[in-house]
């Protein structure tokens, strides 16, 4: 289900300014002390703090070389020096912020494409809240918070279609959004519902492996099996949906999910 | 699962004082207009604005007979006037308050022995809040407002018995209790988890078969399936629980559901 490189997915709370245990970890992935990570600032309104934090985030967890990257318009995304350092990169990181700002400004550009292309042959590609939930293809671009899941619970969009099978969301328990999640799988109930904790990570293998870093859990939301009443109806009147045959997953740190066999197994056991 | 009697539980705001449906269709269970309904209001701290009420919703509901009974301690439950009301009784309701307090009152008397044994032979029994989760053998004591479901997020009792295999929360919606009721499935895996909004009533029939009526849903929480880490540990932490394949339904009116197949199904299906 997943291209040959790796995927780094962190809830929010990246731990850039703590312990950087997680950003640690993505250095690894890139290739450690020879890694040279990538980091694209677009989703953020405030890139020159992100800047900062971000060059001596990944400095000090043991990267080789950073180069910070904010494309604001589409054309910048076209930019050959802008190219030329994402085909030196080891690994690319999408910081947090706005994921339709990110997605509208480097979605279906040159960046995009060899973006997708280099993830294919191997690229390890990482991102924090609106730069995790950028990469699916079905992307959550924002919805109300509702206990109940609605229709109107969740706006969908084209993300960047690297992780295709899922939709993530982010800050997901310290934002209470198992609504929004659970109103998005309804809605394309081929799709795997991610929805990740603060300071939580999941990386993916190229075997569609998945295992859960840091201090929250993945929440698994899982309608291969549902049975749902009729969708244009919930459409029109809005009121919160009905479905039965949700499969609910909460994996915590150690656990691991196999998104082919969609099955979860606890710290220590094979899935 | 259920013995022969109907159960009727809604899940708070029963509509007392508005447009009594809910109500209306428990006196129909019990007779129609030859029932004669036994309230009884010991979960709640105010019994005599509960009385007023009750004798008023239930009289224009169409029944042909009210009695309010406030057991208030032990030795009233095992009191022969109360014991003779019950005899006499085409079907039993419980208000709301607090579920504590009614099954320590009424718990384990003659009263509460009388009752099942009455209900297995048929005589319908309803409740709303406490007293719909009262109804069941584990009983939802109480709990922490958390999101994620940890060990300390639920506190269980024992309750009136009436409904082995179900631990029923109410308000669900309203309160956001699914990390509650999470919690009380992942310890009690073998039960089913029933969460009833407010104004919406669940009529569970002899044979096990559920339906659900009025403005909100049921949410079916299903542990059969569950793959959890140790209980034992995660007592010990009291972290957020994490779990694998719990079965998630949100059924809302006309949805049906069935205690023995564990399957849902939408309006004008057969389960």
Redesign the interface.
């Known amino acids: 289900m997943t291209a040959s490189g790796a995927l780094f997915l962190v809830g929010g709370k990246d731990g850039r300014n703590a312990d950087r245990r997680l950003l640690g970890r993505f250095v690894e992935l890139c290739g450690g002390s020879s890694a040279r990570v990538l980091v694209i600032t677009t989703a953020c309104s405030e890139p020159k703090r992100h800047r900062q934090e971000y060059a001596k985030a990944f400095s000090k967890s043991g990267a080789r070389g950073v180069s910070i990257c904010h494309p604001a318009r589409r054309h910048d995304a076209d930019d050959p020096a802008l190219l030329s350092a994402l085909d030196r990169a080891g690994g690319v990181y999408f910081t947090g912020g706005g994921q339709v700002k990110l997605v509208t400004t480097i979605g279906d550009t040159q960046f995009s494409a060899r973006l997708r292309e280099r993830h294919r042959q191997g690229l390890p590609v990482g991102g924090t809240s609106a730069g995790a939930s950028a990469l699916s293809a079905v992307m959550i671009a924002g919805g109300r918070q509702k206990?109940?899941?609605r229709w109107s619970s969740v706006e969908l969009a084209t993300g960047l279609g690297l992780l295709p099978g899922v939709i993530v969301d982010q800050h997901f328990?310290?934002r209470?959004r198992?609504g929004r999640l659970?109103a998005a799988v309804i809605r394309n109930p081929a799709m795997l519902g991610f929805g990740i904790d603060e300071a939580t990570a999941v990386e993916i293998d190229a075997a569609g492996r998945v295992a859960v870093l840091g201090a929250?859990?993945l929440t698994?939301v899982d309608g291969s099996s549902l049975?749902?009443?009729s969708l244009a109806d919930a459409a029109k009147q809005d009121?919160?949906?009905?479905?039965?045959?949700?499969?609910?997953?909460?994996?915590?740190r150690g656990?691991r999910y196999d998104l082919t066999t969609r099955q979860?197994?606890?710290?220590g056991r094979q899935v």
Chains 1, 2 share one sequence.
């Open positions: 206990r109940a899941a328990r310290q209470n198992i659970l929250g859990a698994v049975v749902g009443a009121a919160p949906l009905s479905f039965a045959e949700i499969r609910l997953h909460r994996l915590g656990w979860a197994g606890p710290p």
